[in-house]
């Protein structure tokens, strides 16, 4: 969710420790299959109602509980399965065509039929729009969308991409009628129309409310009668308190590690629960390679010594995040520990300046920590202040922090006018390549001038092209352990998904796994 470009569209949460409670997301839930309404709160805002534009956390949740894409990812699932195809396949050897059949008697919530030109018209507008804040930028292997029948698609690619399958089944594949969108501009009016589980009855400000699509045909079985979406737009305390004060049923992405800690310190008297789940959530320190300063060798290794990850994550997160060294998150498949393996767990004062020195760098090296305060987790700018303090108690730096607002942020990085910067990023789907390509590949989208040949021509198109992801791991090694040599980043955390929910609220633990979908019909209340 651009998700990626605005980083990752994101707005990063960091998530809980895995001994918080679980109870609320239980099997036990059928009383809740009543068909009661839901009230959910979350500090994101939803960007865009057009899945040819919105690429963050907020508009992906509306596009994947109001769009129907080809595939889907099961609940608990890594890999794509059916929902508006019937099947899906590559049809040759080299994965460079992908053919997909659809389901019978598909039909948006309006009544009119979804067909194969739907699904062209889609993907065509997405790419011809090319939108900056779009996911355009996860499609420069698709060369065309051809239709031989009204239920068969056909993806010619111009180079071979086996994780195909997974980015047409994120947000991404969103499939609009076309007689409602406009094939060269956005939809501004804040609709939708979808063939999804749940239809945008209205979209506001402060609110969305998702209502029960009865023209849906898919694999989603509709838990509850509508889901109203509230945004608290980053402001943590008021989550909170709606919660507390009983008038939402869930709190997601937005309240703080502190505020988690409180709830949990109340346990049942609170009449609250948290539920967490996995997730490959990341946030990384990100390097100018073009700066007069971070763009010295010396002076990014000298930082990946001096960061104590596990200070962090006590002081600032209270154990809801856990360092992350490389920068495919643990649980996705190729993760190694490059950077622990490079630069260890222990700060390390005597190494740090031995990589200065080895750049010819004497006396403190001034530097600024660029921030912005919310798009990343409540609590990005204390974080990235306590790394300064972490810098500067060596002696070796003399580091501030400057936080701005996330517009003028995004113009800046693109500009070039930070040295470092922080960027989270919050998978669209959950394959190493997600974690890899968008960094390091053609058009990558973190700005900071980095370039290596063997990533970019070699690494990234041999994983791409290897339908046996498993096949996949030795080369997602090197590329990890090359990134850990040359430090255009610094792997920080990984988080984990949580939601906060009254105590008559029920499968939330099928709303947050790996896969990065919320999934609205999931939830029911008793």
Known sequence: MNMRNQWPVLPIMAGLASGLLTGCGTEGGDSGSDGSGIVMGM????LATDPASGYDPGSWLLFNN???????????????????????????????VYKC????????SNGDSLTSKDVKFSFDRMLKINDDAGPAIMFPMLDKVETPDEKTVVF??????ATFPSKIASGAGSIVDHRQYDDSGLREDGEAVGSGPYKLESFGDDEAVFTVNENYEGTADVQNSRVTLKFFH????????????????IAYRGLSASDIADIEAAGNDAGVE??????????????????PVTGQPGVRKAIAHLLDREALMSEVYQGTATPLYSIIPAGIAGHNTAFFDTYGASPSKAKAAAALEADGITGKVKLTLWSTPTRYGPATDQELKAIA?????SGLFDADVKSVDFEQYEKDIADGKYG?????WVPDYPDPDNFTAPFFGKGNVLSNNYTNGMITHTLIPRTAAQSDRSATDDDYGRLQDAVAEDVPIIPIWQAKQYAVVRDDVYGLEYCLDASTVFRFWEISKG
């Open 234 to 249: 980053g402001d943590q305390d008021e989550l909170k308190k709606a919660l507390t004060d009983n008038k939402i049923d």
């Open 43 to 46: 500090s994101d805002d939803v």
């Open 389 to 393: 303090g972490q810098l500067n108690k």
């Open 274 to 291: 948290i539920v967490d789940g996995t997730s490959a959530e990341v946030q990384h320190l990100v390097f100018n390679m073009d700066d």
């Open 156 to 161: 010619q690619l111009n180079t071979p991409d």
């Open 420 to 424: 470092v910067y922080v960027k989270g």
């Open 66 to 96: 109001v769009f129907q894409s080809l595939l889907s990812f099961p609940k608990g699932g890594t890999e794509p399965v059916p929902e508006a195809a019937e099947n899906c396949e590559f049809s040759d050897t080299e994965t460079k």
């Open 101 to 108: 059949t659809l389901k019978d008697d598909l039909k948006f």
